[in-house]
């Protein structure tokens, strides 16, 4: 039976094929192993290949499986990729490297509040509603240019790139290149788009981040995000 470490190492080489198709460097783009829902047994086997960057949707869930899984692999980095509740924002400072999902100037704020108290500062990816799908958070391509001036005159916050979920069943090309010109015109480096189903297609629009979840670690044991 394949565990999460063979999955991982098989979407590995479908991500550096992809690079290469698209004509990039394959160190060009990071691959977020995306752990949300699975136990740390799961995240065990893929840290055994050697890899070390993972994903959560939810601080709670991080907060109980990954102070534990850091104290084997302290090189570990951890991605925030779920939406966040301001009053989680210290918690999410605490434990996350890179937080993908800054969508409103008041969680910016209590990013920022938090990085000044701790001195941890994740580096911060603002989310984009590209798809104008109000649930999933995310701020309106309209409003990014505030925002993205908000974090970084107002809250100072080490701000890096947009990320974005296109919404399922539509064609995300369109997505990715909006997000990607979006980046460009804010001078923002990082692109985190992409998942199982479409990263291979995020690479060749640009993408420098991709969070691939059910191809490493299988159907998540609960339904949902
Ligand atoms: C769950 C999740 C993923 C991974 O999705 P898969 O389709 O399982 O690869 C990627 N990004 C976000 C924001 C997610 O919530």
Do not use: Y
Request: glycine share 10%; net charge neutral.
């Amino acid at each position: 039976m394949t565990g999460p470490g063979e999955r991982l190492t098989a979407v590995a080489g479908r991500l550096r094929e992809a690079c290469e198709r698209a004509g990039r460097p394959a160190d060009g783009v990071a691959l977020i192993a995306v752990s949300k829902f699975h136990p740390a047994e799961a995240v065990l086997d893929a840290l055994a290949t050697g890899h070390r960057c993972f994903g959560e949707s939810r601080v709670q869930e991080a907060q109980a499986k990954w102070p534990a899984l850091r104290e084997r692999c302290p090189d570990a980095e951890l991605h925030l990729i779920g939406s966040l509740q301001t009053n989680k924002a210290a918690a999410a400072v605490g434990i996350f490297d890179v937080i993908h999902s800054v969508d409103r100037p008041r969680l910016a704020a209590g990013l920022a509040a938090a990085m000044e108290r701790t001195g941890r500062r994740p580096r911060c990816l603002i989310q984009v509603d590209t798809g104008a799908e109000e649930q999933k958070g995310g701020v309106a391509p309209a409003a990014l240019a505030a925002l993205v001036k908000e974090c970084r005159d107002v809250c100072e916050l080490p701000l890096t790139g947009l990320m974005c979920i296109p919404p399922a069943g539509e064609d995300p090309v369109p997505h990715f290149r909006l997000l990607r010109s979006l980046a460009a015109e804010h001078g923002l480096a990082e692109l985190s788009m992409g998942m199982s189903a479409d990263f291979g297609t995020a690479v060749a629009e640009g993408a420098t981040m991709v969070r691939v979840g059910s191809a490493v670690f299988g159907p998540r044991p609960r339904p949902g995000a």
